[in-house]
């Protein structure tokens, strides 16, 4: 057998034990009135947030509010910095307030609204970025339970109701 047929051999039995795994995530699309008053009011501040936000480099308006178990609702926005990466994502900053003001408190729902460069509340829903979503991944960690997540857009409402795994299936949850 030359080496070529030996090594062709080789590949091919690596991809017979080769496996597939199938993700499947469940997000519910809605329209905002279809909500509940809880989830309206949640949005809603998230919505009056990105009125809020310091965003004089990207023009991209972020908001966020978060539910606690003890139902009190806090607000969040992104804030820019010249000195990219100094500045802080909406979700974070709501996140973070939440842990600094009621650390025995378990963030049960967070709500995410933006404007675009023109001011105008984007018509289709944003997601987290990749570090947000690892924050919340810690959040779900740390308190043991998922985030119901509610992402606003004008034309739709996404709303993940087993947390942030709807987005990040394969998570890095710790050491």
Do not use: W
């Amino acid at each position: 057998m030359l080496f070529c047929d030996i090594l062709l051999f080789l590949q091919q039995k690596t991809i017979d034990i080769m496996k597939e795994l199938t993700l499947k995530s469940t997000i519910k699309v809605c329209q905002l009135e279809e909500l509940s008053k809880a989830d309206q009011e949640l949005l809603s501040v998230a919505i009056d947030s990105t009125t809020k936000s310091y965003a004089p480099y990207s023009h991209f308006c972020v908001g966020a509010a978060v539910r606690l178990a003890n139902n009190c609702i806090l607000p969040g926005c992104n804030q820019e910095n010249a000195a990219f990466p100094s500045g802080l994502c909406a979700e974070r900053s709501a996140i973070f307030a939440a842990g600094a003001q009621y650390p025995d408190q378990a963030v049960v729902a967070l709500a995410i609204a933006a404007r675009d460069t023109t001011g105008q509340l984007t018509e289709e829903p944003i997601s987290p970025c990749g570090t947000c979503r690892q924050v919340i991944i810690e959040t779900e960690t740390r308190f043991k339970q998922p985030v119901r997540i509610l992402l606003y857009g004008q034309s739709k409402v996404y709303v993940l109701e087993e947390g942030i795994k709807a987005l990040m299936p394969l998570s890095f949850t710790e050491f």
